[in-house]
């Protein structure tokens, strides 16, 4: 009872297409609101009234017309903003393109991303190839980051973000 040996079965192939991989991934949607509202208290708003008070003052004693004109719009601007609530956007990223509402950003258009957390939500600075294209910064829950960063981490490099001096400065005075 001689028994032939066998030959060897074929070693699968352990790293298929990355191509293939990316087109069975499939999309992924969600809604989240367009950035972190913070409620402002009364004395959040007596304290930029002191503020913008003083730049007007401040205005005044220069004594140019356009520049009292910009303290007042900027005044008045940013209250109105500081009290508008976020919108809820709808997103949906697969392997070639996040669509935020009716706006569609091809992923070849970025370099890189990077998570942050900001209290109990979490989002994701989409960091540009151009260079004075601002970050694109969307907003998700716990239970769609896994897959949202599988996705975008096939195409681009995830790396450490910071937060530039006007996030710092407007986290900081909770706007």
Same mark, same amino acid.
């Given at each position: 009872?001689?028994?032939? +040996?066998? *030959?060897?079965?074929?070693? *699968?192939?352990?790293? +298929?297409?990355?191509?293939?991989?990316?087109?069975?991934?499939? *999309?992924?949607?969600?809604?989240?609101?367009?950035?972190?509202?913070?409620?402002?208290?009364?004395?959040?708003?007596?304290?930029?009234?002191?503020?913008?008070?003083?730049?007007?003052?401040?205005?005044?004693?220069?004594?140019s017309p356009t520049f009292i004109l910009l303290a007042v719009v900027m005044a008045?601007?940013?209250?109105?903003?500081?009290?508008?609530? +976020?919108?809820?956007?709808?997103?949906?990223?697969?392997?070639?393109?996040?669509?935020?509402?009716?706006?569609?950003?091809?992923?070849?258009?970025?370099?890189?991303?990077?998570?942050?957390?900001?209290?109990t939500s979490y989002s994701i600075a989409l960091i540009p190839v151009k260079r004075f294209m601002p970050?694109?910064?969307?907003?998700?829950?716990?239970?769609?980051?896994?897959?949202?960063?599988?996705?975008?981490?096939?195409?681009?490099?995830?790396?450490?973000?910071? *937060?530039?001096?006007?996030?710092?400065?407007?986290?900081?005075?909770?706007?």
């Amino acid at each position: 009872m001689d028994e032939q +040996p066998q *030959p060897p079965a074929p070693v *699968p192939n352990l790293q +298929p297409d990355s191509q293939k991989q990316l087109d069975v991934m499939e *999309p992924i949607s969600w809604s989240a609101a367009e950035y972190t509202h913070n409620t402002k208290s009364v004395g959040w708003y007596l304290g930029f009234g002191v503020a913008m008070l003083v730049i007007i003052i401040v205005s005044i004693r220069v004594g140019s017309p356009t520049f009292i004109l910009l303290a007042v719009v900027m005044a008045v601007a940013l209250a109105v903003v500081s009290n508008r609530k +976020p919108q809820i956007l709808n997103y949906v990223l697969n392997a070639s393109k996040l669509q935020i509402d009716q706006k569609s950003y091809a992923i070849s258009e970025f370099k890189s991303f990077g998570v942050t957390s900001e209290g109990t939500s979490y989002s994701i600075a989409l960091i540009p190839v151009k260079r004075f294209m601002p970050a694109i910064h969307i907003y998700f829950t716990e239970e769609n980051g896994e897959k949202i960063v599988d996705i975008l981490s096939s195409h681009l490099t995830m790396q450490q973000t910071e *937060p530039d001096f006007v996030e710092k400065f407007f986290s900081k005075i909770h706007f």
